[in-house]
């Protein structure tokens, strides 16, 4: 089945606002907690009815769809190449991660052991955070190459930190794997720039009408 552009914007939008929770977290040991909800949402959407619906509704992707106008966008200003490489990172692993069935079978596994937590607590609960890092940790990190994630050596030697960052980082993988399934590849990002970015403009403008 063939996707619309908004599908694929969505699901890119995904992967970019990972990026920014991840850069968020390593740099200043924060996190915007209704966009990690949002992102650790999307991880248990195994059957969703539509793409808008992995993330619950289009306003609580409003920073990944920012990201996405400020890094593709030809205005002239700075891009931040350290979202551009988590960016890249984590749609070239979901491709590695699609030719292992077993670590696709033990993702699923794992992600529905964590269910049971999800249902129990708030999904910024450090119990579920924990959980998913772990899942993150005994799967996705036994790829090459891994994600290397920068950020400041204190903030991430604490393990709440840590934690959060896998946790993230699984949402991300989640969200490429959609991009890939709505047909979404990396020649896109480079040669589709412009149609990317009107259109998260479009689910911005939307997004803003409907709030």
Same mark, same amino acid.
């Given at each position: 089945?063939? $996707?619309? &552009?908004?599908?694929?914007? @969505?699901?890119?939008?995904?992967?970019?606002?990972?990026?920014?929770?991840?850069?968020?977290? +390593?740099?200043? #040991?924060?996190?915007?907690? +209704?966009?990690?909800?949002? /992102? %650790?949402? /999307?991880?248990?959407?195994?059957? =969703?009815?539509?793409?808008? +619906?992995?993330? #619950?509704?289009?306003?609580? @992707?409003?920073? *990944? %769809?920012?990201?996405?106008?400020?890094? @593709? #966008?030809?205005? *002239?200003?700075?891009?931040?190449?350290? %979202?551009?490489?988590?960016?890249?990172?984590?749609? $070239?692993?979901?491709?590695? &991660? !699609?030719?292992?069935?077993?670590?696709? /079978?033990?993702?699923?596994?794992?992600?529905? !052991?964590?269910? +049971?937590?999800?249902?129990?607590?708030?999904?910024?609960?450090?119990?579920?955070?924990?959980?998913?890092?772990?899942?993150?940790?005994?799967?996705?990190?036994? &790829?090459? =190459?891994?994600?290397?994630?920068? #950020?400041?050596?204190?903030?991430?030697?604490?393990?709440?930190?840590?934690?959060?960052?896998?946790?993230?980082?699984?949402? *991300?993988? !989640?969200?490429?794997?959609?991009?890939?399934?709505?047909? *979404?590849?990396?020649?896109?990002?480079?040669?589709?720039?412009?149609?990317?970015?009107?259109?998260?403009?479009?689910? &911005? !403008?939307?997004?803003?009408?409907? $709030?």
């Amino acid at each position: 089945m063939s $996707h619309p &552009l908004s599908d694929r914007t @969505l699901a890119l939008a995904g992967v970019f606002q990972a990026a920014v929770l991840v850069k968020s977290v +390593a740099r200043k #040991g924060m996190v915007d907690l +209704a966009d990690l909800e949002t /992102s %650790l949402y /999307s991880i248990f959407q195994v059957d =969703p009815p539509t793409v808008e +619906a992995v993330y #619950g509704e289009v306003q609580r @992707l409003r920073t *990944g %769809l920012q990201a996405i106008v400020a890094q @593709l #966008g030809q205005d *002239g200003e700075p891009k931040d190449n350290e %979202l551009t490489r988590y960016v890249v990172s984590l749609i $070239h692993l979901q491709s590695r &991660l !699609r030719r292992n069935q077993q670590l696709l /079978s033990d993702l699923r596994a794992g992600i529905e !052991r964590a269910r +049971a937590l999800a249902d129990q607590h708030s999904l910024s609960d450090d119990a579920l955070i924990e959980a998913l890092a772990s899942l993150y940790t005994q799967t996705l990190s036994t &790829l090459t =190459p891994r994600i290397i994630v920068s #950020g400041e050596p204190h903030i991430l030697a604490r393990a709440t930190n840590a934690a959060r960052i896998r946790a993230i980082l699984l949402a *991300g993988i !989640r969200a490429a794997v959609l991009w890939q399934q709505c047909g *979404g590849s990396r020649w896109q990002i480079l040669f589709k720039r412009a149609d990317l970015v009107r259109a998260a403009n479009e689910l &911005l !403008r939307t997004s803003e009408q409907l $709030h």
